[in-house]
């Protein structure tokens, strides 16, 4: 669970945007990208809402996570 910082042309200017992702990793080893959003910035009110979409999309369960220190994705979790 991560957040990537860009800068893209919106409206004729230069605007930052976060793409927020997660990854998993299933028993066999195989990578997924579970989910990509797009957003103005990085917020932890925005993590908190992403495993409750997980779960409606169908992820059962999730052994390990992994994110950085933003208070989000631990609250989350």
């Known amino acids: 669970m991560d957040a990537i910082h860009y800068k ?3 409206d004729g200017q230069v605007k930052n945007k976060a793409a ?6 299933d028993l066999d080893g195989f990578k997924d990208i579970l989910g990509i959003w797009i957003s103005k910035s990085e917020s932890s009110k925005f993590w908190l809402g992403v495993p409750n979409e997980l779960k409606n999309r169908g992820l059962e369960d999730a ?6 220190e933003l208070t989000g994705p631990k609250e989350a979790i």
């Open 20 to 25: 927020y992702v997660v990854l998993g990793v």
């Open 63 to 68: 052994l390990i996570f992994s994110a950085d």
């Open 8 to 10: 893209v042309r919106e």
